[in-house]
């Protein structure tokens, strides 16, 4: 059954809200790390600010990306940068022992 409660669905979205939870960590320390030396009227602004740019930037990136997979054309030039031919060597290559 094809639907968003299958064991794929919600593997891929327990692991992109990993991943959200990691970049969101980052940000509070470069954020921090930024906002420490300001005075405490300025620490608020500058960690507001930083916030709003980081969500800013998180959404654009987003939407990028999204609007990128979109493109059908996107995987043809892949195709015309790497070799099909390369992609089947790497396959067939050996592998290490029990690997």
């Known amino acids: 059954m094809f639907g ?3 064991a794929g669905s ?6 992109v809200t990993a991943i959200d939870l990691v ?4 940000n509070a320390v470069v954020i921090g790390l930024a906002a420490a030396g ?15 740019a980081a969500t800013i930037l998180r959404i654009t990136f987003a939407s990028a ?10 995987l043809f ?9 390369l992609l089947e060597d790497v396959a067939r290559a050996p592998q290490w022992p029990g690997a």
């Open 4 to 6: 968003i409660f299958d």
């Open 10 to 15: 919600l593997a891929a979205l327990l692991e």
């Open 23 to 26: 970049l969101a960590g980052d």
């Open 38 to 52: 300001l005075d405490a009227s300025q620490r608020k602004k500058a960690i507001a600010v930083g916030i709003l």
């Open 65 to 74: 990306a999204f609007y990128l997979l979109a493109i059908v054309g996107l």
């Open 77 to 85: 030039c892949w195709r015309l940068v790497v070799p099909v031919g």
